[in-house]
């Protein structure tokens, strides 16, 4: 009788031990992560996004909704499981086009983030986009090419200049 209640208490504790492990411990946030490894700039479907339980302070900053995300793509591959934030997206502006440019200052590469906020000017100090949001930043040594996304008229105007020879950007 007492190896019975022995063997039936033990059992209560295992699973109890094993609820506490599964269920959380305090409040948790949804965050939208990848759901397999995803390419860089490729409108994003339901399918390509999971949402996953994080406890708030594992929640990144800027965390996006399935609603934003999907129908946009990313600046830049991102993993199974990597959380996607609104500086991880292209923009949603769907009048907007992306362009690559060479900086005629390769040094203002290390000064740019995705999401960072520029104007594109050419030689003679004219402004070919005004307020365009950098996309990517690729390269070093003398070869960095940044993209930016602009109107679709500013787009083709930095793409026609940029052939000609490299750009400035200027912070905002």
């Given at each position: ?12 504790l295992a699973l109890a031990a094993a609820l506490l ?83 005629a200052d390769g040094g203002v590469a290390g000064l ?53 020879g490299p750009v400035a950007l200027v912070l905002r």
């Amino acid at each position: 009788m007492i190896l019975h209640l022995r063997r039936l208490l033990a059992l209560l504790l295992a699973l109890a031990a094993a609820l506490l492990t599964v269920l959380p411990d305090g409040p948790v946030v949804d965050v939208l992560v990848a759901a397999r490894d995803l390419p860089p700039d490729v409108a994003l479907t339901a399918a390509d996004v999971r949402e996953v339980a994080m406890p708030p302070p594992l929640a990144p900053s800027g965390a996006v909704s399935r609603d934003e995300a999907v129908g946009r793509g990313l600046t830049a591959a991102a993993r199974a499981g990597e959380p996607l934030t609104d500086a991880r997206l292209t923009p949603a502006d769907p009048d907007a086009s992306s362009v690559a440019v060479r900086l005629a200052d390769g040094g203002v590469a290390g000064l740019l983030r995705p999401g960072s906020r520029v104007d594109v000017v050419a030689t003679g100090a004219h402004v070919l986009a005004a307020n365009a949001s950098v996309v990517a930043v690729h390269g070093g040594k003398g070869e960095e090419v940044v993209v930016v996304s602009a109107t679709r008229p500013a787009a083709r105007r930095v793409a026609a200049e940029s052939l000609a020879g490299p750009v400035a950007l200027v912070l905002r």
